[in-house]
T-cell receptor, first 115, second 110 residues
Framework: DAMVIQNPRYQVTQFGKPVTLSCSQT?????MYWYQQKSSQAPKLLFH???????NEADTPDNFQSRRPNTSFCFLDIRSPGLGDAAMYLC??????????????FGSGTQLSVL | KNEVEQSPQNLTAQEGEFITINCSYS?????LHWLQQHPGGGIVSLFM???GKKKHGRLIATINIQEKHSSLHITASHPRDSAVYIC????????????FGKGTKLSVIP
């Protein structure tokens, strides 16, 4: 049974048209992460939520925003997608943030195409 | 900043072969993850290690903290093992950031 669910699996949007990707989890984990993975590159952390506390990575563009209305759901909003934002977007969760011994649980990802 | 190096970058094996993928890192860590990513797919967490050795089915992961090195072994490889295997490290207690290796693309031929 999928524990971290991302929808949709594939998303196509137009240049400049806002798009929202969603992630839900049944694990009741405190921490949810959003990663961007471009073709043949390692995943790059965009931001994470620890409970309701939002933490933005320093180099995450302002074009990317996130919302976490409750423990189970987290959304990635791209306000004005550019061609360079085409990528796989991965959501992950972990029970806790610190300590170093937390296993990550990944969703299956949303492949975003920008036309 | 931790540098994570994986080798080999690409690996082709015949079905049934024993496979080893290596990961080295430059700075002390609190945990190391081995991840699997199928083409066009999301990431599956295989192992998380902070010391010693773990085994799950045909997969074995080892880590040597002193040498800053980890290996992922696949015994009796199968075409369904074809995927990209990624090593990722978490540097230091309290750090939530993962540093990812570039991955090893494994192709297992029937």
């Amino acid at each position: 049974d999928a524990m971290v669910i991302q929808n949709p699996r594939y998303q196509v949007t137009q240049f400049g048209k806002p798009v929202t990707l969603s992630c839900s989890q049944t694990l009741n984990h405190n921490v949810m992460y959003w990663y961007q993975q471009k073709s043949s590159q390692a995943p790059k952390l965009l931001f994470h939520y620890y409970d309701k506390d939002f933490n933005n990575e320093a180099d995450t563009p302002d074009n990317f925003q996130s919302r976490r209305p409750n423990t189970s759901f987290c959304f990635l909003d791209i306000r004005s997608p550019g061609l360079g934002d085409a990528a796989m977007y991965l959501c992950a969760t972990s029970p806790r943030l610190a300590g170093g011994n937390e296993k990550l649980f990944f969703g299956s990802g949303t492949q975003l195409s920008v036309l | 900043k931790n540098e994570v190096e994986q080798s080999p970058q690409n690996l082709t094996a015949q079905e049934g072969e024993f496979i080893t993928i290596n990961c080295s890192y430059s700075v002390g860590i609190s945990a190391l993850h081995w991840l699997q990513q199928h083409p066009g797919g999301g990431i599956v967490s295989l192992f998380m290690l902070s010391s010693g050795k773990k085994k799950h089915g045909r997969l074995i992961a080892t880590i040597n903290i002193q040498e800053k090195h980890s290996s992922l072994h696949i015994t009796a490889s199968h075409p369904r093992d074809s995927a990209v295997y990624i090593c990722a490290v978490r540097s230091g207690a309290g750090s939530y950031q993962l540093t990812f290796g570039k991955g090893t693309k494994l192709s297992v031929i029937p």
